[in-house]
């Protein structure tokens, strides 16, 4: 088939490795007919579990790659010391466009520096920041930067803004998507030097949405469909949300077996509940892409399953389609221009 979207997977990356990423290749191939998955990993292990599934043969290949980077290693070591691991073999593949995307649950350092040291980094963008999308009461919103960059710049964060704009924009399909700024209260003087600097830039922005702050109990809401942050706050965010997820759906699961009446209810309210706690599930949503770069890197959490391998290699169609890396690098590229003119 003509047009098919290639999409590099570590297959030995992550807690469930190899056969979650197999299973989760195995869906999209049967989901997607423009797709095609290249599984990065040991090949003996990796064809050990594909000999169990079916799947269009055509549409999975296996690349060899003997090396496997373990999450506790120090990532720039690594990434230098294991050239056929499969996270530096998936990448160079990008980085050499016999792959269009690389889609990993490995260990994020060696995913961010191998990201920008392999891949690199689209010209003109300073940070190459992690976007995860997470649920809210009106659909997603995207979490921009939620683990890259920890140290950033107003100016790191500006290009955040636009990213994610474009993103949300032509990826998801949100049509003007407001953008806020992570902060302690709505007032523009208030917050920590950075989001002080980083606020008027927003604003005179005329190619964002900026809608302003936005605190943190406003973002299950969704009271911003980007939320502008740097890694640390973003992080603590993103960690808070899936505990706090977690945890209340285990008080609720006990509440409902806490009783007959309420086993009774629960037997009611089931598919309705059921449905409404599949919109909270945030691995329906794919991976974290790592915007900014060359070609397109997708972190899964570490814990992911086949539905978020499946999701996130999915998720990797849309972004190659609508060529958000060329609008990234065109928009900056305006940007750049703009500001020499001024």
């Known amino acids: 088939m003509e047009n098919l979207i290639r999409v590099a997977v570590d297959a030995m990356g992550g807690d469930y490795a190899p056969a979650e990423a197999v299973k989760g290749a195995v869906a999209a191939v049967k989901e997607k007919e423009n797709v095609e998955v290249l599984l990065v990993g040991k090949q003996e292990v990796i064809e050990k579990e594909l000999s169990v599934c079916s799947y269009p043969k055509e549409r ?8 496997v980077i373990e999450t506790g290693e120090p990532p720039v070591a690594a990434i230098r010391g294991k050239k056929d691991s499969s996270i530096v073999v998936g990448m160079k593949m990008v980085k050499q466009q016999e792959a269009d995307a690389f889609v990993s649950a490995g260990s994020s350092g060696a995913i961010l520096v191998g990201g920008t040291t392999i891949v690199g980094r689209i010209r003109g963008v300073e940070r190459a920041p992690l976007a995860p999308l997470i649920p809210t009461k009106k659909g997603v919103s995207l979490l921009i930067d939620c683990g890259a960059n920890v ?3 107003a100016s790191h964060l500006v290009q ?3 990213m994610g704009s474009i993103y949300m924009e032509h990826v998801v399909g949100v049509k003007k998507p407001r953008v806020g700024i992570v902060n302690i209260g709505v007032e523009e003087e208030k917050g920590n030097a950075l989001v002080k600097e980083t606020y008027p830039l927003l604003r005179e922005c005329k190619d964002i949405n ?13 009271a911003a469909d980007v939320i502008v ?24 699961k006990e509440g409902l077996m806490s009783s007959l009446r309420s086993k009774i209810g629960a037997l009611l309210i089931k598919p309705a509940l059921k449905a409404t706690l599949k919109s909270f599930d945030a691995s329906q949503y794919g991976g974290a ?5 060359r070609g397109l890197v997708v972190k899964c959490h570490g814990n992911s399953r086949e539905t978020e391998f499946k999701n996130s ?10 060529g958000i890396n060329e609008k990234i690098g065109e928009n900056l590229k305006v940007s750049n221009e703009e500001k020499k003119e001024g």
């Open 60 to 67: 999975i290949r296996v690349v060899n790659a003997s090396q």
């Open 151 to 153: 140290d950033a710049r």
């Open 160 to 162: 955040f803004a636009k």
């Open 210 to 222: 900026f809608i302003g702050s936005i605190e943190a109990r406003e973002i299950p809401a969704g």
């Open 229 to 252: 942050t740097e890694a640390f706050v973003g992080n603590v965010i993103l960690k808070l949300y899936e505990g706090l997820g977690a945890t209340l759906l285990s008080k609720v």
């Open 289 to 293: 892409p790592l915007l900014g770069l």
């Open 313 to 322: 290699i999915i998720q990797c169609i849309s972004f190659k389609e609508q």
